[in-house]
């Protein structure tokens, strides 16, 4: 059984589900290492942070600090996963859901801050500890760059996109957006809808076929 919350003003919390505080300790997670950093976000500031009393309501939800993070990066790359092929599968053709790619990652980033700030902190530090070799999560990057790689080859297939490589120009759509958090600490007011444009509009001509049709 799940052990019991107690604080000394307000006594017991109200019980929650495993799912339920499961999801209460990742959001915990999220504003610990984005206000502290992903090396100082321990289970004891993570707890103090969400109001728990012990840190044993997070152990005996996640084995461990490592096992907490790739939760939480898990997390919020599924959110990011869904509104991206909710947009994509929106738009026609491949021209247009290269566009809507670009735009959806750019305005999850422009809509969760916190998190994908948080997430910035994880993978610099986690690379820190474990080697550049490793980080959180790399099939999630593998994946977000196959999947803008199968847009660019159906724009090919079709007609509407020249000749390239593929994986090359899709590693550089995904690089232009991966590094949108990092910027983001530099430049702050960044205005991020005149940068997903700016985005959309240099890839369009990297793609776009010359009058000669190649």
Known sequence: MEPTAVTQERGPRRRLSPEDRRQEIIAATIDTVAALGYRAATFAKIAERSGLSST?????????????????????????????????????????????YIRAVVGFVAEHRVAMQALASVF????????????????????????????????????????????????????????????????????????AEELVEAFDLATRRSAAGR
């Open 124 to 195: 610099v530090g986690f690379r820190d500890e474990m080697g550049a070799s490793r980080t959180y999560d790399s099939d999630a990057d593998d994946s977000a760059i196959g999947a803008v790689e199968q847009i660019l080859r159906r724009g090919q297939d079709d007609g509407s996109f020249r000749a390239f490589d593929p994986f090359v120009l899709g590693s550089l759509v995904q690089r232009s957006v991966d590094g949108l958090p990092f910027l983001l600490e530099t430049r702050p007011g960044l205005d991020l809808c005149a940068y």
């Open 56 to 100: 044993r309501l997070i152990s005996y939800h996640f084995a461990g600090r490592d096992e907490l993070m790739q939760a939480t990066v898990a997390q919020v790359y599924g959110q990011l996963r869904s509104q991206v092929d909710d947009q994509v599968a929106a738009a026609s053709g491949p021209r247009a859901q290269l566009a809507a």
